[in-house]
């Protein structure tokens, strides 16, 4: 299944498309342990044909479900790109594929979703990350030496 629109259904007026987009139409071919993609992109778009081209602006939204890069705290959030918007010539040398009458969006959804993909996900932007116990204790019993301490050592006669 893709996100596709049909020319003929622009010709008198702009479209509004709004809804899901499965995970498997998407093809998004992440292979990430921190991130994990699994709930259907939802969209919400406008749809224009220009004199020689299509304008759809409108909002994507991804939910993800991730794992911390830093304290490996599973937690959920959401990609969104509000005012998304693509320019897509009918004509010339960069003109998209049109298939029966229809333009496929898919692939130009897919690319800005992967070009704002989380590379280093985090649950809170101040996240410490891991800390041992052994690490927390030993800093707490651990005293900062004297200056004087290696002086206090000499044996001077």
Sequence with gaps: MNLSVN???LEEH??????????IGLDLGVR???????RPLRYDLSVELLH???????SLTLP??????????????????????AHLPLEGEDKV???????????????????DFPQHPLCRPDCAGLKSKAARSAKAVE???AAWAELDKLKLK
């Design 7 to 9: 020319l003929r259904h």
């Design 14 to 23: 702009g479209l509004h498309l709004q809804g899901e987009l499965p995970v």
């Design 32 to 38: 990430d342990d921190l991130v994990h993609v699994d």
């Design 52 to 58: 020689d081209a299509l304008l759809v602006t409108g």
């Design 64 to 85: 993800l479900d991730c794992e911390c890069a830093r304290c490996l705290k599973p937690f959920k959030t959401e990609l969104k790109l509000n005012g998304w918007a």
């Design 97 to 115: 594929a049109v298939e029966n009458d229809c333009v496929d969006l898919t692939p130009f959804v897919r690319e800005d979703i992967l070009l």
């Design 143 to 145: 005293k900062p030496a």
